[in-house]
């Protein structure tokens, strides 16, 4: 007899973590299944910021709304996530400013704290910044970064506490279909048995699409980030920043800097290739864009640097719902950008499974038939990465 559920998560990240959360605690019997350990993939990677400054609504209504998760989070969880605030400031071109301004205003209907600055105020806040290329910036003093593998370890943890049972060290290697509906999946631990299969692996996404028979636009992305040490002039912190003048995003972790680039992170790839070290040419490059914004940066020292692998979609947006077989979810596609979004992109996909409809935030712009259909999501701001 296989171990049955209600739902099967496949996928053990910070995604199939908060799903797994939030099902568990409205009763339903989850059985996580993922292949290595908890946070392996993507999230054990990642940069953690924690923001709201997005150029479509729907995805600044999920990061919202999972802001209230961060800042309660022994509240509404329980355990850490490691968040802290520092301050995010979004930097813009000048030519971009117009998109800019119209997110903040979207933002500001929401109810998010957040308002424009000019180049002096950012002067102020962070007085060792190059300020002279842009005129404002938005400014969230609530946002900073949140510690990824604690975030998912401990969603995973009250999950359990609600009943959700985690299988680690198991690959899922067959979706069981009879008469169009899903009815578990083959690991190599034995099958799993349930009406509901969710994908929520990340990288490996499309590889469990094709065991269900389903076709999405799903490719891997590539992501080097970056350690440095501060030299002490630059102080004790600065905010965390996401800089568009220069392909860039950096923010603070005690005396060091994390720093990411938005452009050369290559798609395709397998998701198994090696990423304990930078690809070659990374550290350079991000050292001398750093240095463009910090110009005292020149005087830090490089602590380590090391890459992730995500799902990322043609339009850069998660794929959320059903798809294929009956009872067969997506939870993917998150583009390099969904982990600030986990909290509440499991609180609606539960309310999906459960209540047959999302609530919290309508998702279904993100729903995996949009490719197929020609409605891909466009934000105010063009053709970068988010
Ligand atoms: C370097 C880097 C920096 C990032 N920085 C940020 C950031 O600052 N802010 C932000 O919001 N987002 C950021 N992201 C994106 C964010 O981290 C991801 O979108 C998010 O972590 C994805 O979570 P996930 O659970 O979908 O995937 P993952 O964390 O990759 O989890 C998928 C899991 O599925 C498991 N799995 C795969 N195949 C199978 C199988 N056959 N059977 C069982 N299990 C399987 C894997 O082992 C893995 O643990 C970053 C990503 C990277 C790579």
Known sequence: MPDTADVLIIGGGVHGA??????????????????????????????????????????????????????????????????????FL??????????????????????????????????RLAPTFATDDFAVAAYEPESGYAMPSDTAGSLMAAARRYGARLVQG??????????????GVGT????????VVVNAAGAWARQINDLAGVEI???????DTMFVVRPPEIGPSHPTVIDFANDMYF?????LTLVGLEDGNPLGDSPETEAGHALPGFVERAIERICRRIPAMERGRLQSAHGG????TPDQHPVLGAAGPEGFYLDCGHSGTGFKTAPAIGLCMAELIVDG??????????????????????????????
């Open 90 to 123: 979004q930097i813009v071109d000048p030519g971009m400013e117009p998109a800019l301004r119209a997110n903040v205003a979207m933002q500001q209907r929401i109810g998010i704290p957040t308002f424009l600055v000019t180049a002096d105020d950012v002067k």
């Open 309 to 312: 692998y995500d799902g990322i």
């Open 251 to 255: 923010r603070p972790e005690g005396e």
């Open 357 to 386: 409809a999302a609530q919290t935030v309508d998702i279904r712009p993100y729903a995996p038939g949009r490719f197929a259909a020609g409605q891909t999501v466009k934000g105010n701001y063009h053709n970068i990465w988010r």
């Open 170 to 183: 198991c690959t899922v290697t067959a979706i069981y279909v009879a008469g169009g509906k899903v009815t």
């Open 188 to 195: 190599d631990q034995g099958d799993f048995a349930a009406p």
């Open 18 to 87: 908060s799903l797994a959360f939030h099902l568990a605690q409205r009763g339903v019997k989850v059985i996580v299944l993922e292949k290595s350990f908890v946070a392996a993939g993507a999230t054990g990677r990642s940069s953690g910021l924690v923001r709201m400054h997005y150029d479509t609504e729907i995805a600044s209504r999920l990061a919202w709304v999972s802001f209230q998760y961060f800042r309660n989070w022994k509240e509404k969880v329980g355990g850490e996530c490691g968040f802290t605030r520092t301050g």
């Open 217 to 223: 636009p799903l490719d891997t992305w590539r992501h």
